[in-house]
């Protein structure tokens, strides 16, 4: 099997619109969540959320592109870009078809979406916009990174809500290790943010009215967040070879299913992806640092998350650093996986570990070590990043620096 | 309303020429449409007159409707905005 390594990373987000930004903010604490701007909120009971603002699409694209690009194919075309160029690869000379692109999305081209459906049934249009279709389509954006790159490789994109980032960099990092492409361009991109969504998501009883504070006592939700992250996982052999920058190594990848209920998470089925994490990894729990949470800031998932924590890794659970950047980006849903990935391994390489932001009092039943609110400077060289998904779909990724 | 003029503005805008480049026998063909541009540009007029335009992609002359020239463009438009919205008259 080969090894398997990070040579590009790309972000657009809420706490900024390329890596370096990005990297900043986290060391800084800094949060991005805060009164919603883009849509109009008069109605909805949740008015907060993490935004990538002062995104101006004609800054990227040419008009006659965006006609095609859904929010969510933009910030996937964009961080592609920026994770293409630092990889220094051309995937047009032959690469290309040993290049596979594997991207995860929960929803897709929502705004898309609900724009032609607000024509339709509020406002009666006769017919809609010709490309409609290849605009909201799931798949939309993976395609049109394709598209832009040359890349003729095998292409699909992945959805399992919360954890479809993390599910799209397993499988491209399963398919690199087994040699059947050499490269792989991966991550997730979301972009939720509309009136129709956002009440849906106030029905379901979970959004925080005021901030997100994972693992503190007085936790009251969720905030949603957007965005996109995308990598460029390469065979180390042939990385080394070309002398490329290795940003780090993926070394295992591990999921499970909790088959018990369409929202509550399960403490048994996220332990049992985080040591089947391990297993796939060779590591021993003691070897492991820092755990990215899934942390979305709910009770049902911080306190579960906890117990889980503590099932996979037993006495060392108290050792280790555990936080959950969600409370500085929001839940960006399909793309959280590739941005909490990303933090993850941008912070680690900068020597601090990312705090868990807004943290105000602790909880008895979340009683590990959190970071919070000030980022701590460690030397950690092996990481986990955990995502739960609605459903009960665990998808659990290690990284060695 | 002025279909000739409203047809030279829509085919200038999906061409991405000057208008003053386009006669009424230009050739669609010359002017690098790509098959989605078609598509594109038949929204566009249907959006503008508000009519309904019978075309498939698979089918360039369905209806009897050439697309060839921009003169077949304003016929066809001043046919179907004559049936079309006459009948709503009615």
């Known amino acids: ?401 | 309303m002025n279909i000739e003029s409203d047809i030279f503005d829509i085919v200038a805008t999906q061409a991405k020429v000057d208008r003053d480049t386009l006669k009424r026998d230009t050739r669609l063909s010359e002017l690098d449409l790509q098959s989605i541009d078609i598509i594109e540009l038949i929204f566009a007029i249907e959006d503008k007159f508000d009519i309904s335009v019978p075309y498939n992609a698979s089918d360039l002359n369905s209806a009897g409707i050439a697309f060839e020239t921009v003169n077949d463009l304003i016929g066809a438009v001043e046919r179907l905005n004559a049936e079309q919205h006459a009948q709503k008259a009615v």
């Open chain 1, 1 to 401: 099997m080969n090894r398997v390594v990070i040579t590009g990373l790309g972000i657009v987000s809420p706490l900024g619109k390329n890596v370096a930004d990005v990297t900043a903010t986290l060391r800084a604490g800094r949060g991005a969540i805060g009164p919603i701007t883009n849509i109009p909120t008069d109605g909805l009971i949740t008015k907060i959320g993490a935004e990538v603002r002062d995104f101006d699409p004609a800054a990227y694209f040419a008009d006659r592109q965006l006609t095609l690009f859904d929010r969510c194919a933009q910030f996937a075309l964009v961080a592609s870009r920026e994770a293409i160029a630092q990889s220094g690869l051309s995937f047009r000379d032959g690469l290309g078809q040993r290049t596979a692109t594997i991207i995860g999305s929960g929803v897709g081209g929502m705004v898309t979406l609900d724009d032609s459906f607000h024509r339709v049934y509020a406002e009666g249009a006769k017919r809609i916009h010709p490309l409609t279709i290849p605009k909201f389509m799931i798949s939309a954006a993976m395609s049109h990174i394709t598209m832009e790159h040359g890349i003729t490789g095998p292409s699909f994109t992945v959805a399992s809500a919360c954890a479809s980032a993390n599910h799209a960099i397993g499988v491209a990092f399963h398919m690199v290790r087994a040699g059947s492409v050499d490269v792989a361009v991966t991550g997730g991109t979301e972009a939720v943010f509309t009136f129709g969504t956002i009440m849906g998501w106030d029905a379901l009883r979970v959004m925080a009215p005021d901030m997100c504070r994972p693992f503190s006592r007085n936790r009251r939700g969720m905030v949603l967040g957007e965005g996109a992250a995308i990598m460029v996982l390469e065979n180390r052999a042939r990385a080394e070879a070309r002398g490329a920058e290795i940003l780090a190594e993926i070394v295992g990848f591990g999921m499970s299913s909790d088959a018990l209920d369409i929202v509550l998470p399960s403490a048994a089925g996220a332990a049992s992806a985080m040591r089947a994490c391990l297993a796939d990894a060779g590591l021993t729990a003691e070897e492991v640092g820092y755990i990215n949470a899934h942390g979305t800031g709910t009770l049902a998932n911080d306190v579960t998350e906890t117990k889980a924590i503590h099932m996979a890794f037993g006495d060392h659970a108290k050792k280790l650093a555990v936080s959950s950047t969600k409370a500085m980006h929001g839940h960006a849903l399909g793309a959280s996986g590739a941005l909490e990935l990303a933090a993850t391994v941008m912070a680690l390489r900068q020597g601090f570990i990312p705090p868990t932001a807004n943290f105000t009092e602790a909880d008895p039943d979340c009683d590990l070590d959190y970071v919070p609110n000030e980022a701590r400077a460690a030397r950690v060289k092996v990481a986990m990043s955990n995502s739960f998904a609605f459903g009960g779909h665990n998808a659990v990724l290690a990284i060695r620096l």
